[in-house]
């Protein structure tokens, strides 16, 4: 399911627990709300909403943390094909069809990876199967170089491109992770019973209804955003292709 559907689903959940601790509140005798009762729900609340805040906290930071490496991987490579286009560039004639292929292969790397630069997410089954880079890894091999200039670039040309085809994997690797099911079952699980909580205490007006309503949406939304950055090429926050776009421009002249 995607993100906004999975957020839409737990808003459900939660807004229909508000609804039924309101409905509890209104058949329950008095003294299920009052007094000593009203403490420990009090206290249940307030350990339950700890214990959610520090969860979908952590969540967070975890998710912008895969969202940085992703851009900063994309970033990073994007300098990488610079590189060794520019060593490329020094080495002669003999290393323009190298060249040429890099940009295919750049090129042909944006198309998959934002193939519509709207909410289309990556098509990975066809990154894994690409060969772009491999192949400009043995272009660069097969350069017979002629002194030791050639030979210099040459083998930094190889050791960058090799180092490209590893990032290429380790990045198809990283998006397969996702957050367990059962991790987001037990979440909203808890965020239901704690709505419950509040409804129960929450008079019934609209300040106090508007009050958890917007609670409600706002950790919708903080688990919208934790799923969309755990996969940062899909859905609506992706990364920008601007670096690859840039590298693009300038290789190959």
Known sequence: MSAPLIALIILVFM????????????ILPDYHTQTDSK??????????ATL????????????????????????????????????LSHYG???????????????????RIWPDESRKGADLAKMEKATGMADVYTGIRELSPKNDSQKYLQSQALQI???????RWMFIEQSQTNLPRIF???????????????GLLAPRNRTALSALFICAISMS???????????????????SSAPMHKALSLIGG
């Not at 807004?15 to 209104?26: A, E, H, I, P, T």
């Not at 952590?58 to 060794?84: E, F, H, M, P, R």
């Not at 323009?96 to 198309?111: F, H, N, S």
């Open 15 to 26: 807004l229909s627990g508000m609804v039924l601790g309101s409905y509890l509140r209104m």
């Open 184 to 198: 987001l079952v037990v979440l909203t699980f808890w965020l239901t019973v704690l709505f419950v909580q509040f």
């Open 161 to 167: 491109s090799a180092d490209m085809m590893q990032s």
């Open 93 to 111: 004639p003999e290393a323009k069809k190298v060249r040429e292929l890099l940009r295919q292969a750049v090129a042909t790397g944006i198309d």
């Open 52 to 87: 959610v805040a520090l969860i979908v906290g952590l969540l967070v930071t975890s998710a912008k943390d895969t969202y940085d490496v992703t851009n900063s991987s994309i970033t990073q490579g994007s300098a990488k094909v610079i590189t060794v286009d520019y060593y």
């Open 39 to 48: 403490d420990i729900l009090m206290t249940s609340a307030g350990m339950m």
């Open 221 to 239: 939304g903080a688990i919208f955003l934790i799923l969309e950055l755990n996969h940062p090429l899909e859905g609506t926050i992706k990364i």
